[in-house]
């Protein structure tokens, strides 16, 4: 008797699965050099990309220290992404269309559901985040964020003299304690008080506006995020900056940005395999 039927080990698949988006989505691999180096033909390539399953992340309730930021990508939307501080691993993400504060509290939440013990947040300066959050948990804005919002107010190359002092004033954020940089900041509003309050008359409208706003913009934010800018100081084991997550991001990025051309719903799985992975 002859057998007609003919089996296949499901190990020996989901092996090839497995090799094949290993190569694509660690080792960089485009599928055209998958296609060279495994002999397999385009379409069988594509067809092992869209049948690899990924298996389920496990969490373990823990301490955890918050880094939270949103990463934005072309034809996808963007991703909210949080990472705890202490295990440099990303823990929760979630495709979102924009960011709203509702995210951010939402996320939280999420993870005080499943049993985490939150020790502290970092965040980059999102408006409504502190208001949201700063009754609950002690919040770290990112000094570096703080700072590229005063740079992008007063420019790196200051044309006053005024602005070239607040330059200095913010280049010691990261290199003293929030008694002496609030000791700088009062002894520069003192100095220039009445130079941001200038005014000037619109001669058609008769309205006015401030003569220097963007100096003034640079000033208030700093006087507004002064509360937030120092809170590592006090928390143990608490970064000053989103660091950690901002290099991620770009890692991400520069990952994404070899496979050009990638359909949606390939693209979106590869982000997603990334940031957990």
């Known amino acids: 008797m002859v057998c007609l039927k003919s089996f296949q080990n499901k190990k020996r698949k989901y092996r090839t699965y497995n090799k094949v988006w290993n190569r694509f989505a660690h080792n960089k691999q485009t599928v055209q ?3 060279s180096d495994l002999r397999y033909c385009s379409k069988t390539i594509r067809n092992y990309l869209d049948a690899y399953k990924q298996k389920p992340i496990i969490l373990i309730p823990c301490h955890i220290m918050v880094i939270m930021d949103c990463v934005y990508f072309k034809r996808v939307c963007c991703y909210l992404v949080i990472r705890d501080w202490y295990k440099k691993e990303n823990i929760y993400f979630k495709r979102i269309p924009y960011e709203t504060i509702d995210d951010y509290v939402s996320a939280i939440n999420h993870l005080e559901s499943k049993g985490f013990i939150i020790d502290g947040i970092v965040v980059d300066g999102r408006k409504g985040v502190f208001e949201a959050l700063s009754s609950r948990y002690p919040i770290q804005m990112c000094q570096f964020h703080q700072k590229q919002i005063v740079r992008r ?3 790196n190359r200051p ?3 005024v602005g070239i002092e607040l330059k200095e004033v ?3 954020l990261s290199n003293c304690d929030r008694p002496w940089f609030e000791t700088l900041l009062n002894v ?3 100095k220039y008080g009445n130079f941001i309050k200038e005014r000037t008359v619109n001669p058609i409208t008769k309205r006015w ?3 220097h706003k963007r100096l003034r913009s640079a000033y208030r934010s700093l006087r507004k995020n002064l509360p937030y800018l120092f809170t590592y100081q006090t928390v143990k084991g608490m970064p000053n ?3 950690s997550l901002d290099g991620f991001f770009a890692h991400l990025k520069d990952a994404i940005r070899i496979h050009r051309r990638l359909k ?3 693209r979106t799985k590869l982000i997603e395999y990334l940031i957990v992975s």
């Open 33 to 35: 050099t998958i296609e």
């Open 153 to 155: 107010y007063i420019t």
């Open 159 to 161: 044309q006053t003299s």
């Open 170 to 172: 913010v280049k010691e």
């Open 188 to 190: 520069w509003e003192f």
């Open 209 to 211: 506006f401030y003569t």
């Open 241 to 243: 900056t989103t660091n």
């Open 264 to 266: 949606l719903h390939r």
